[in-house]
């Protein structure tokens, strides 16, 4: 009697899940690509969509800097946890951020929603200065990218494309 009441569901069309958000799929991907992201992963993405749309970046470039810079990890692969100032984003430290005593700046920098806004705030800044693209994105530290990281961050914005898309 039950399998015939779960073959009838199937057949007939039972309940089905709505469809996932642009941040859950990014955050199944976060998880994908780095496990150890996964008690973060879904704050991170949601934080992504939000800032990109505040701020009108590409999701997918700026999630690509993520995964580039970090993989989307916390701490650098040999770093300790108490003494290095992490994020998933490798941002350089502005002269404000400096001036914040050095034990507010490792726990505002472990924390996602202020790492990922001050990420967003300066990639923000420094696009509207320029074209936008893949080279725009890629020089937001102010420094020249090292050799490859355009076409690494090219790519990897096209994956997450078509992940953000659901394809």
Not at 78 to 86: H, I, M, V
Not at 113 to 139: D, F, N
């Amino acid at each position: 009697m039950l399998i015939t009441a779960v073959l009838c569901a199937v057949v007939l069309g039972g309940p089905t899940l709505p469809p996932r958000t642009p941040a859950q799929r990014l955050a199944i991907h976060i998880t994908d690509v780095s496990p150890s992201a996964s008690p973060y992963a879904v704050e991170l993405a949601e934080r992504i969509m939000f800032e990109a749309g505040h701020y009108g970046l590409d999701p997918a470039l700026f999630a690509a800097i993520g995964f580039i810079e970090s993989r989307f990890r916390l701490y650098p692969y040999n770093g300790r946890p108490e003494t290095t100032l992490a994020s998933p984003w490798r941002i350089y430290p502005t002269e404000e951020w400096l001036l914040i005593p050095r034990a507010t700046r490792l726990r505002l920098s472990r924390d996602i929603v202020v790492s990922t806004a001050r990420a967003a705030l300066i990639l923000a800044r420094h696009v509207r200065r320029c074209k936008g693209g893949p080279v725009c994105y890629a020089r937001y530290n102010r420094t020249p990218p090292r050799r490859g990281y355009i076409v690494a961050l090219y790519r990897r914005a096209r994956i997450l494309r078509r992940i953000l898309h659901g394809q």
